[in-house]
């Protein structure tokens, strides 16, 4: 389903957990990160390099001026595609979990409320 990122070794997308995108001299710098397995003191990360594309643009068509520039490698826009597509569905699942953790503090909430209250009204009926 994932054809760039079976084609970098990656067999299993679904455990990639989020991924960083930086610019370094003449490169991108790719890193993938996966969700840490049981057992795994660290989660597994991958780094990947990919070149950026080399064009020359015309500036000035007046004084015919030329400019180099770069821009990112047509492969790397493929696989942070995929990449998008992966880490776009954990995020609809983190937000389900927020809204689980919200809703369980909220009922939390209403809990220690009431367990207050009751060992007020115990501590007042013991004054009098």
Do not use: C, W
Request: proline content about 2%; charged content about 30%; glycine content about 2%.
């Amino acid at each position: 389903m994932y054809q760039y990122l079976t084609d970098l070794g990656i067999q299993e997308p679904s455990k990639i957990q989020k991924y960083t995108l930086r610019q370094e001299a003449l490169s991108d710098v790719l890193k993938i990160y996966f969700y840490k397995q049981e057992g795994e003191l660290f989660a597994k990360s991958i780094k990947l390099k990919y070149p950026r594309q080399k064009k020359t643009i015309l500036v000035d068509s007046g004084t015919h001026q030329y400019k180099d520039v770069t821009e990112i490698n047509r492969t790397l826009t493929l696989v942070l595609d995929e990449l998008n597509e992966i880490t776009e569905a954990h995020k609809l699942t983190e937000h389900d979990l927020q809204k689980k953790i919200l809703s369980d503090l909220k009922h939390l909430e209403k809990v220690v409320i009431a367990k207050i209250n009751e060992i007020t009204h115990d501590v007042n009926r013991l004054h009098h």
